[in-house]
Nanobody, 123 residues
Framework: QVQLVESGGGSVQAGGSLTLSCAASGYTLSSFCMGWFRQAPGKEREGVAAIDRNGNTEYTDSVKGRFTISKDNAKSTLTLQMNSLKPEDTAMYYC?????????????????WGQGTQVTVFS
């Protein structure tokens, strides 16, 4: 059974940093495309960053240069390093895994989801 568990969320002042982690179990991380998504109250879930089986990464424009996605296949861990955080980054953050992902930014492409971790950035 595939399980994803996020951690590392919290409250931080604008300009600060947080590191989100996603611990995966029940499957081999290298077999999946992995993504980080976020959802703010009243808004749709949006793709933040993704990394495919080969380690290729992509980011939504609003986080380019500030966020870095990485994975450790041996430790089955997905990480999102978030720097220079802004109040508009406030949201619930989810990690997701997909087997056949064509559009890495599309939530419907992903088969498995974690429960989410809250990130709050205050000014």
């Amino acid at each position: 059974q595939v399980q994803l568990v996020e951690s590392g969320g919290g409250s931080v002042q604008a300009g600060g940093s947080l590191t989100l982690s996603c611990a995966a179990s029940g499957y081999t991380l290298s077999s999946f495309c992995m993504g980080w998504f976020r959802q703010a109250p009243g808004k749709e879930r949006e793709g933040v960053a993704a990394i495919d089986r080969n380690g290729n990464t992509e980011y939504t424009d609003s986080v380019k240069g500030r966020f870095t996605i990485s994975k450790d296949n041996a430790k089955s861990t997905l990480t999102l390093q978030m720097n220079s955080l802004k109040p508009e980054d406030t949201a619930m953050y989810y990690c997701a895994a997909g087997t056949m992902v064509a559009d890495r930014a599309a939530p419907y492409e992903y088969n498995y989801w974690g429960q989410g971790t809250q990130v709050t950035v205050f000014s």
